[in-house]
T-cell receptor, first 110, second 114 residues
Framework: AQRVTQPEKLLSVFKGAPVELKCNYS??????LFWYVQYSRQRLQLLLR??SRESIKGFTADLNKGETSFHLKKPFAQEEDSAMYYC????????????FGQGTILTVHP | NAGVTQTPKFQVLKTGQSMTLQCAQD?????MYWYRQDPGMGLRLIYY???????DKGEVPNGYNVSRLNKREFSLRLESAAPSQTSVYFC?????????????FGDGTRLSIL
């Protein structure tokens, strides 16, 4: 069965500090991993996907198959990064279906 | 460039009333999904439609029905609303491709059941 775990429900940092949002997954096949961001009362937006290996808004995430992790990192957090972040896992049993983690609320203090 | 459009944005119902949430996408996507978002629970899949003409249960289907009206539209129906169905409902779509393509989300419907 597919499972995504985001161990931190809440994460607080100060502006300019590094931030890391953790994501661990359980999946026996070849995973497709995504990070979504949801700003206050807005729709979920795709932030990045592991296959793209790109940096969006200063965020990066590396797939570590040995540790089954896909942690999201940013070296210098900004106040506008405050949002809910979801890690999602695809590539599995049904067309297009994603399994989401429970989300981490990131608050960046001034 | 609308993407995924959900209606209504807000709704208040009384227990026992019925309601249909509408969702339409203009990206020619094959797959569509309905989620509910609750505090501390993240996003939970209610139903999905892998392609036009098919629907399948997700993680929390009880109390809901869906219709994939055509390739563009995927509606969610509450036949007899209960307070436990108070939530924010999101519709999403994707090209399909075994979860290797991202999902695109609508703005959500905030539903309160009194």
């Amino acid at each position: 069965a597919q499972r995504v775990t985001q161990p931190e429900k809440l994460l607080s940092v100060f502006k300019g500090a590094p931030v890391e949002l953790k994501c661990n997954y359980s999946y026996s096949g070849s995973p497709e991993l995504f990070w979504y961001v949801q700003y206050s009362r807005q729709r979920l937006q795709l932030l990045l996907r592991h296959i793209s290996r790109e940096s969006i808004k200063g965020f990066t995430a590396d797939l570590n198959k040995g540790e089954t992790s896909f942690h999201l990192k940013k070296p210098f957090a900004q106040e506008e990064d405050s949002a809910m972040y979801y890690c999602a896992l695809g590539g599995g049993t049904s067309y297009g279906k994603l399994t989401f983690g429970q989300g981490t609320i990131l608050t960046v203090h001034p | 460039n609308a993407g995924v459009t959900q209606t209504p944005k807000f709704q208040v119902l009384k227990t026992g009333q019925s309601m249909t949430l509408q969702c339409a996408q203009d990206m020619n996507h094959n797959s569509m999904y309905w989620y509910r978002q609750d505090p501390g629970m993240g996003l939970r899949l209610i139903y999905y439609s892998a392609s036009e003409g098919t629907t399948d249960k997700g993680e929390v289907p009880n109390g809901y029905n869906v219709s994939r009206l055509n390739k563009r539209e995927f509606s969610l129906r509450l036949e007899s609303a209960a307070p436990s169905q108070t939530s924010v409902y999101f519709c999403a779509s994707s090209e399909g491709s075994r979860g290797r393509q991202p999902q695109h989300f609508g703005d959500g419907t905030r539903l309160s059941i009194l």
